[in-house]
């Protein structure tokens, strides 16, 4: 094959990967997302509402570097990771309710992304852990991205400003 082909190959790839979203050099670099969670609230009864939640988040990737030393550890590391770089809180009103459901309960309170940077991960406000220790918190929230090509979700009408 051709050079240019096998970039193809490796898009193709890459795609179905992905779940069919195509990854190419304009969306590969540090971004705002958006990601659907599934979210449940109990109210002291017992009695849940719950809903698919759409947060933006950060995603992508960073240029990262690694420079030999004669000292040790014997090399010079930058690895910025991409996270948040302006945060605020968001509410989302959760459309399905058990019957004789607590007023409130249908009110999720979340930190949403205002926007995104490539920074040194620092663990006061970042899970810095990498992915060998996922298996761990993988109990705690499930997210799936989503969306099309250009990103939207259509129907944000529950979320409120």
């Known amino acids: ?12 790839i890459i795609q179905v990967m992905l ?9 590969l670099g540090c971004s705002r997302k958006d990601y659907e969670f599934r979210v449940t609230q109990t109210d ?17 990737r960073c240029d990262s570097n690694e420079i030999s030393d004669w000292r040790f550890p014997y090399k010079r590391s930058y690895h910025p990771v991409c996270v948040h ?3 605020s809180k968001a509410v989302w009103k959760l459309r399905h309710c058990e019957a004789g459901v607590a007023p409130g309960t249908d009110t999720y309170v ?4 205002e926007s995104c940077r490539c920074q040194a991960c620092t663990s006061s406000d970042t ?4 992915v060998r220790y996922s298996g761990h918190r993988a109990h705690a929230m499930t997210f799936m991205a989503l ?8 129907d944000d009408d529950n979320m409120i400003d």
Not at 2 to 9: A, Q
């Open 19 to 27: 779940g069919g979203v195509l990854i190419t050099a304009d969306n």
């Open 147 to 154: 969306g099309s090509d250009d990103g939207s979700f259509g």
């Open 110 to 113: 979340y930190t949403m992304a």
């Open 127 to 130: 899970s810095c852990e990498g």
């Open 44 to 60: 002291d009864q017992g009695k849940q509402c719950w809903d698919a939640v759409i947060v933006p988040a950060c995603f992508g």
């Open 1 to 12: 094959m051709v050079g240019g082909n096998w970039t193809l190959v490796a898009l193709a």
């Open 85 to 87: 770089a302006g945060r």
